[in-house]
Each structure stands twice: as C-alpha cells, then as structure tokens.
C-alpha cells in the first residue's frame, strides 16, 4: 500500500458486532461492517461491508457499497455498488459503478461535469413553416 497520502488520513474500522442509533461522522477512511440506524456524513471514504446495513441518508465524498442500505447516497467524486449489494433509495454522484448481481430500487443522477440541460433543438424546416391555407375552389 502507498503511504504517500497516510499522513493526514486515518483509516477506521466498525466491524460487523456494532450497531449505532445515530448519527455517524468522521473524516478519513471507514470500513463499516455492522448495522447503523441514522446518517453518515464525512468528507472522507465510507466502505461498506458485506454484512452492513445502513437505515438512513449518506454524504460523503465516496462510498463502497458491498451490503445494504435503505436511504439516499449522495457522493461528491464517486458510488461503487459491488456484486450481492442492496439500495433502496436514490443516487447522487459524480461517478458510478455498478456490477452485475446488484439489487438497486432508485432515481440516479450522474453529473460529473455539473453540466445544465439544455432545451430540445426545434426541428429546422418544419418548426418555422406555417400551416399554408386551404384553398376552396376558384
């Protein structure tokens, strides 16, 4: 592993015999294995577990999804949602991921250059021709 950028990071771990009322925030890196029932916040990583399971809204700068959660994720950089994961609810992010075998139930948007949407071009001839009139016979 590159310890390069370990000095102003720290890496945590949960594992899977924690359960949480409440709401969760650290900065850093998490691998959280048990069962929360609240929100995430960090300006950090977030790695979900395989047994995890998250009751609530996530913010975070990216997440790792191996388990499931119930509630919004929203990523500022990017949303990974690994083989044999469940999401109910909608996804935010610059970037996604997703493998074959997710189970996921959600809206999705993904805008990693925040770019607005812009109006339907108007078709060119038949847009600014106007309806000719009926001509009764003369």
């Known amino acids: ?37 609240g929100e995430i916040h960090t300006d950090g990583t977030l790695t979900l577990g395989e047994s995890a399971i998250i009751n609530g809204n996530i913010n975070a700068q990216s997440v790792v ?18 083989s044999k994961a469940e999401l109910f609810g909608d996804i935010r992010a610059a970037k996604l991921v997703i493998e074959e075998g997710v189970t996921y139930v959600g809206k999705t948007e993904v805008n990693p250059n925040k770019v607005q949407p812009t109006p339907a071009p108007a078709r060119p001839a038949e847009a600014t021709k106007a309806p000719e009139p009926a001509r009764l016979g003369r």
């Open 1 to 37: 592993m590159d310890n390069m950028n370990t000095a102003n990071t720290s890496k945590n771990t949960l594992s899977a015999d924690v359960e949480i009322k409440g709401n969760l925030k650290f900065s850093g890196e998490l691998n959280f294995d048990g069962k929360l029932d």
């Open 65 to 82: 999804v191996r388990g499931k959660i119930n509630g919004n994720v929203n990523a500022r950089e990017k949303v990974e949602i690994k």
